[in-house]
C-alpha cells in the first residue's frame, strides 16, 4: 500500500512537471508566419526524414535563422530523466499522455526534431556543424542529422567513428557516412570506414556504396571491381 501512495505521489509529481515545462517552453519561442519554431521543426522532421529537405519547414526554419539556434540547442540537449528502476514504462507513458492531451510534442520528441532542424542549415555549415558535433556522444541521432549535412561534416563523423567503442554507433555513423557520400570525393581517411562497411554491413545497398566509393579513393584495395 505504501508503494502504491508513493509510486501515484511521483506520478503525480511527474504530471505537474511536465505541465510547467510545457507552460515555461513556450514564451519567447521565434514565431514564423505566426506559428513558433517547435511547430516549424516538428514539421520539418516529418517532411524532410523520408523526402526532399526543400519544403516549406525548412524555409520558416532558416527564415527564422541564427535566432533559432540558442532554442534548437536547448531543446536539443534534453536527456530523459533516470527514472527508478521500477517505474521508467509508468512515468514515460504518463509524460506521452499528458504532451497528448496539450497537443505538443514530447521533450524527447522536440529533442530529436531539435537536433534534426539543424540540417536545414545545411548551406551554412559554420552554423550546424559545430552544434551537432558536440551534440554527438550523448545524442545518436545527431549522427543522422551530420550524415545529411555531406562532405562537410566528415571530419567529425570519421572522428566520432575512429574513437567510438560502441559498435551500434560506429555502425550508425558508417551508414550516415556511406548513403550520403557525394560522388566527387576522394577523402582517404574515409578508408578504414570504407572497408569496415564493405566487410561488415548487412544491407547489400549500402556495401554496394561503399565498394563504389572506396573504388574512386584506393581501387587497388578492392578484390572486385564493384557495380556502378
Known amino acids: 500500500m505504501r508503494m502504491r501512495t508513493k509510486a501515484m505521489g511521483l506520478l503525480l509529481l511527474i504530471a505537474a512537471s511536465a505541465w510547467l515545462a510545457y507552460l515555461l517552453a513556450r514564451p519567447g519561442e521565434p514565431t514564423y508566419k505566426g506559428r513558433p519554431l517547435s511547430y516549424w521543426i516538428a514539421r520539418y522532421e516529418t517532411q524532410s526524414m523520408d523526402g526532399p529537405d526543400d519544403n516549406d519547414s525548412g524555409d520558416a526554419i532558416r527564415a527564422i535563422g541564427t535566432n533559432a539556434v540558442p532554442f ?4 536539443a540537449a534534453y536527456n530523459p530523466p533516470a527514472w527508478p528502476p521500477w517505474l521508467p514504462r509508468t512515468a514515460d507513458r504518463v509524460i506521452y ?14 529533442s530529436d526534431a531539435a537536433i534534426f532542424a539543424f540540417t536545414a542549415f545545411r548551406t ?13 556522444k550523448d545524442h545518436p541521432m545527431a549522427i543522422d542529422a551530420l ?3 555531406g562532405n562537410q561534416a566528415l571530419p567529425p563523423l570519421l572522428n566520432a567513428w575512429s574513437n567510438s567503442v560502441d559498435q551500434n554507433d560506429r555502425w550508425r555513423i558508417q551508414y550516415a557516412v556511406v548513403i550520403n557520400l557525394k560522388p566527387d570525393v576522394r577523402d582517404t581517411n574515409l578508408v578504414p570506414l570504407l572497408l569496415a562497411t564493405i566487410n561488415q554491413s548487412r544491407q547489400q545497398s549500402v556495401r554496394t556504396a561503399a565498394s563504389n566509393a572506396l573504388f574512386q579513393i584506393a581501387p587497388n584495395l578492392l578484390t572486385n571491381t564493384p557495380p556502378q
Do not use: D, F, K, M
Open 72 to 75: 534548437l540547442r536547448r531543446w
Open 124 to 136: 551554412n555549415a559554420e552554423i550546424a556543424v559545430p552544434e551537432l558535433t558536440r551534440l554527438l
Open 97 to 110: 499522455a499528458i504532451y497528448g492531451l496539450l497537443g505538443v510534442v514530447s521533450q524527447a520528441e522536440r
Open 147 to 149: 550524415g545529411r549535412l
